[in-house]
């Protein structure tokens, strides 16, 4: 595959996903791939910036993850303070 | 009794997940700091990019805090998120480093590097501010 045929399947992934995260993540490979192509990056800057977004992935994953348990945290916390108070 | 029955069948009904949730660490105002700082220090670098010298500094500097955030994570009980993320954050942060050690950098790649410490540590730092108290 050519580097505009992996550009054309990011777009798909920009274009075919609700997930912002996954939005975001195909908008900066293929904002990388053209700042690599102007010059702008040398070629191992680009192969490390594109192997960042997969880390940028984890942390995301991780922070998504984390607020879902303090959202349950805090209903959890006010069931049993209602459990106190009706008991 | 009627309040354990409660919470019991809270738990019962809805899993470990439930459980993992209440028990969660609590907020850490040291873990706070060290993030709010890799951010500040992200923030301020992003700016110094033109300056080889500096920059290649700063590198080994946020290097250095971000492996320190790790080192002070890590063992704190029911942290594994956070684990997780701070060593991803690490890893972008080492890279910036390696890359001054063994070629030439350019700003545009230095400041891509910082803004994204930067976005990283503003999203840890959110988290770990929500934290129950």
Do not use: W
């Not at chain 2, 700082?37 to 500097?61: H, L, M």
């Not at chain 2, 080192?71 to 594994?80: A, K």
């Amino acid at each position: 595959m050519s580097v505009e045929q992996f550009q054309q399947q990011l777009l798909e992934c920009f274009n075919g996903s609700q997930d912002s995260n996954v939005q975001t993540a195909a908008q900066t490979a293929n904002q990388y791939t053209e700042m690599v192509k102007a010059g702008q990056l040398s070629k191992d800057e680009y192969v490390q910036l594109l192997s960042d977004i997969e880390q940028t992935n984890i942390i995301n994953k991780s922070v998504d993850n984390q607020q879902v348990m303090e959202y349950m945290n805090t209903a959890i916390t006010g069931l049993i303070n209602i459990a106190k108070i009706v008991g | 009794m009627k309040k354990i029955l409660i919470i019991l069948s809270l738990v019962i009904l809805q899993g470990c997940t439930v459980l993992d949730a209440y028990l969660m660490t609590n907020y850490d105002p040291n873990e706070y700091q060290l993030i709010t700082y890799i951010r500040a220090e992200a923030r301020q670098f992003k700016t110094q990019c033109d300056n080889v010298n500096s920059s290649k500094f700063n590198a080994g500097k946020i290097a250095h805090d971000t492996q320190l955030f790790v080192l002070y994570s890590e063992h704190i009980p029911r942290n594994e998120n956070l684990i997780e993320a701070g060593k991803a954050l690490n890893v972008i942060a080492q890279g910036l480093l390696t890359q001054y050690q063994n070629d030439k950098v350019s700003p545009a790649f230095c400041k891509i590097k910082f803004e994204n410490i930067e976005t990283s540590a503003d999203k840890l730092q959110k988290v770990i501010g929500g934290r129950p108290r």
